[in-house]
């Protein structure tokens, strides 16, 4: 092969692997996906054998799209990896809540509830209450508590861990 049409099969390779990496950059925010980090975690005993969890987190969305909530849940994972799902309160019942029990402190941020809209590219600091047929000391010994947040057009769920 000559040398000429060595050059021009490498220059070709370039044009096409940069034209490659200009399409998967414009798609960049095509996923709707969130991220997020747990804040701060409050927890209350209710009884011997229930407890109530408070999770401040802050949810991202990088995407071009909102991101619509259809489902918001508290879940308990202890040192062996077990998972439990809380009792998710409305917001008018952590308003409730808060009222009732003094212990909790200030009401920091709104709860996510469904239909809740994360809007393209920015960032929302949000709430969820949930209650567990657990003592207190059990959700203590936690290896972390995770928010999953369910996607209402898609389906997909998306995890915020405790850290």
Not at 41 to 56: E, G, I, N, W, Y
Not at 64 to 80: H, N, P, Q, S
Request: charged share 25%; with cysteine; aromatic share 8%.
């Amino acid at each position: 092969m000559s040398k000429n049409f060595l050059i021009a099969v490498g220059a070709g390779l370039v044009c096409v692997a940069i034209l490659l990496v200009g399409i998967f950059y414009m798609q960049k925010g095509a996923h709707v996906v969130v991220s997020g980090q747990i804040l701060k975690v409050r927890t209350v005993p209710l009884s011997d054998s229930a407890s109530l969890v408070v999770l401040d987190f802050r949810v991202t969305n990088p995407a071009d799209y909102a991101f619509l909530t259809r489902k918001v849940t508290a879940i308990f994972e202890d040192a062996a990896g077990n998972r439990t799902e809380g009792l998710t309160a409305s917001e008018l019942d952590a308003q409730h809540i808060f009222q009732g029990i003094p212990m909790l402190g200030e009401k920091y941020n709104p709860t996510l509830i469904v239909n809740d809209e994360v809007a393209p590219r920015s960032t929302l600091d949000r709430m969820v209450a949930a209650r567990f047929e657990m003592p207190d000391a059990t959700l203590q010994g936690r290896k972390r508590f995770v928010v999953r947040i369910e996607e209402k057009n898609r389906g997909e769920a998306f995890e915020i861990s405790e850290k």
